[in-house]
């Protein structure tokens, strides 16, 4: 269970990108640039090969490392594959599963990924599973629908003495990667809503209360307070603006200041 004040998270999601001298500069300026790292959760999810790398420049750091993919099974014969129990191994904390580049682009199934939670959840590792609508599904009025049928077949079989290593994205895949739509923060405040009330439905008042979940879509330095200050968004979910130094350190501050507005307020 977490304590009163809820942190913010701020999880960068590097995708298919950076080499691996960027992938050590880049993690090397953010492990030295954040300037309050106990007022915020940081989480860098580099690819499979640079996880070693990134993980050296974090240790001794408070900020944590993640993977993008898990493979559902321990071990075993699956060609290409990376299991929770290598993720375990290079220190991996956090594992982001379902996201929607994986669900559009590569195929993966709501049960494949219910799979993939449960797996990782029982292996140890922190998940974030990450559940969103097409433009098409919004504008059909599906939004509602979709979310339910993400969570609940994804979220299915999680047993209860897990759930504190369970968060939630809510990444409309119209808002990804996207610079002609952007979600608003009203719009994201009232999906979030509508996530809480499934969880409730799901797992109860009290855990569905308790979970993080993340907002993400097209986040900035110009929109990242704006999304962070909204009622039950606890953190972000940053692709795009995660592979710049810069940027991104600047997101983690919002995360900070949010968080201090936050200490402030109880
Ligand atoms: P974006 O990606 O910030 O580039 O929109 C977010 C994500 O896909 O997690």
Request: glycine share 10%; proline share 4%; aromatic share 6%.
């Amino acid at each position: 269970m977490k304590t009163e004040i809820r942190q913010k998270f701020i999880v960068a999601n590097w995708k298919m990108h950076t080499t691996s001298f960027e992938a050590q500069q880049l993690s090397k300026s953010i492990v030295e640039g954040i300037a309050a790292p106990d007022h915020v959760t940081v989480v860098l999810c580099p690819p499979f090969p640079y996880l070693p790398i990134v993980g050296d420049m974090l240790r001794g750091s408070r900020v944590a490392l993640g993977a993008q993919n898990v493979y559902p099974e321990a071990e075993g014969a699956f060609t290409g594959e990376v299991s929770p129990t290598m993720l375990l191994d290079l220190d991996c904390k956090y594992v982001i599963v379902g996201h929607s580049e994986r669900r559009h682009k590569l195929g993966e199934s709501d049960s494949f990924i219910n799979r993939k939670v449960v797996c990782a959840l029982a292996s140890g590792l922190d998940v974030i599973l990450c559940v969103g609508e097409t433009l098409e599904q919004r504008q059909k009025g599906q939004t509602e629908a979709v979310l339910d049928r993400q969570l609940s077949t994804g979220l299915a079989g999680v047993r209860p003495e897990v759930l504190s290593h369970l968060s939630v994205a809510y990444e409309p895949v119209w808002a990804i990667g996207n610079d002609e739509h952007h979600a608003t923060p009203q719009q994201a405040h009232d999906t979030h809503l509508l996530i809480r009330e499934k969880l409730s439905q799901m797992i109860g008042a009290t855990w569905s209360g308790e979970l993080t979940v993340y907002y993400g879509g097209s986040v900035e330095p110009g929109n990242a307070a704006a999304f962070l200050g909204q009622e039950g968004i606890d953190g972000v979910l940053i692709g795009g603006a995660s592979l710049k130094a810069d940027e991104f350190l600047a997101i983690v501050n919002a995360g900070i200041l949010e968080t201090e507005a936050e200490m402030q307020r109880t």
